[in-house]
């Protein structure tokens, strides 16, 4: 349930391991918090939950193999850009980085000439970014390719369970039946109704406003500064971004707040151009912070949600994970399973 990056991940994680899959999916395929991202690989971030450090490092490991498979099987490039990120007063980075270092005025200036960082603390970390536009259209040409099932404008209503185990689920159009149901909706993970109570799937949209400038083709690094941060694309573009707002499911662009991160932009790169475009997405937050991967008190009902602003990030290790819990492996990031919530099962 979900076409977004975390459910296609999972439908090609678990095609690639020879099983069956229907993604459902109520808009279009990536329509949401996954193109609305700006893309950043951020997995040396300081500010990850430490539950979430571990799947992190997973995506790291993993990230440049599953581009290169979904590119290989779609003839879609993802704009995989391997240049790092400078990072200004952001502290130090999450602590399994090693290799990162900080920068003086002369290296940074040769690094990016257009930075303009006076005498503020800078680093260097080893991160990437992607396009995340072009990735969900190379993982949904995958998809296909790859024959996983997609129905698109279909609402899933409720999971629907029997003998206490999930069979399947109703939507708007039709019923379907299946041996295992993936929670992967994202910000409306917690609408979808199910028979286990308290919610297995607590998340909430959180709100995020941005921009994309010309870039005159200057800035070659992620920028990450505490004001803004600045994305540069293969295409001249600058991602600028983001607020962070409890909205509900607003998804309106305001000026003001436009403005205000498109001058902390120009403040730290004074040579960026005209804006192109803005946008807001809702990023799917859970109840405390954490992501929620793994399978709910009833049986087969499994939840990968609530990844907040690294959705981009953690969609293949996510994927690993999941596809080996829904295979019937043993899970590996038990702090971040739904159960931690205290539901129960409540059916007959």
Request: with cysteine; hydrophobic share 45%; glycine share 14%.
């Amino acid at each position: 349930m979900g076409g977004g990056v975390i459910g296609l991940s999972l439908a090609w994680e678990l095609r690639k391991r020879g099983a069956s899959v229907l993604v459902v999916e109520r808009g279009k395929l990536g329509g949401e918090a996954s193109s609305a991202a700006g893309g950043m690989l951020a997995w040396c971030d300081p500010h990850l939950p430490e539950a979430a450090r571990g799947l992190a490092a997973l995506s790291a490991e993993c990230y440049g193999e599953f581009a290169g498979e979904i590119e290989e099987a779609s003839g879609i490039g993802v704009d995989l850009r391997k240049f790092g990120t400078i990072v200004v007063d952001e502290g130090e980075p999450a602590a399994f980085v090693e290799v990162c270092r900080k920068l003086g005025g002369a290296e940074l200036a040769e690094m990016e000439p257009g930075l303009r960082v006076e005498s503020r603390s800078v680093q260097w970390w080893p991160e990437w970014s992607v396009d995340p536009r072009k990735l969900m259209a190379s993982l949904s040409a995958a998809c296909r390719e790859r024959r996983v099932e997609v129905r698109t404008g279909v609402t899933v209503i409720e999971v629907v369970a029997e003998r206490r185990r999930a069979v399947g689920v109703r939507t708007t159009s039709a019923d379907f039946r299946s041996g295992s149901v993936v929670n992967c909706a994202g910000a409306w993970a917690s609408e979808i109704a199910c028979a286990v109570q308290p919610s297995p799937s607590p998340t909430h949209p959180v709100k995020g406003q941005m921009l994309a400038v010309d870039g005159g083709g200057d800035l070659r690094h992620v920028v990450r500064a505490p004001e803004v941060y600045l994305i540069p694309r293969s295409d001249g573009t600058v991602v600028v971004g983001a607020t962070v707002e409890d909205a509900g499911f607003n998804k309106e662009t305001e000026p003001e707040s436009i403005e205000r991160l498109r001058a902390a932009a120009v403040a730290l790169v004074p040579g960026l151009g005209a804006v192109r475009e803005v946008w807001a997405g809702l990023r799917p937050g859970s109840v405390d912070g954490v992501p929620i991967l793994g399978e709910t008190s009833l049986p087969g009902y499994f939840v990968a949600s609530g990844h907040f602003r690294d959705g981009i990030l953690l969609a293949p290790a996510t994927a690993r994970v999941m596809a080996g819990l829904v295979s019937g492996g043993v899970g590996e990031f038990e702090a971040l399973a739904p159960r931690r919530f205290g539901a129960g099962v409540a059916v007959a």
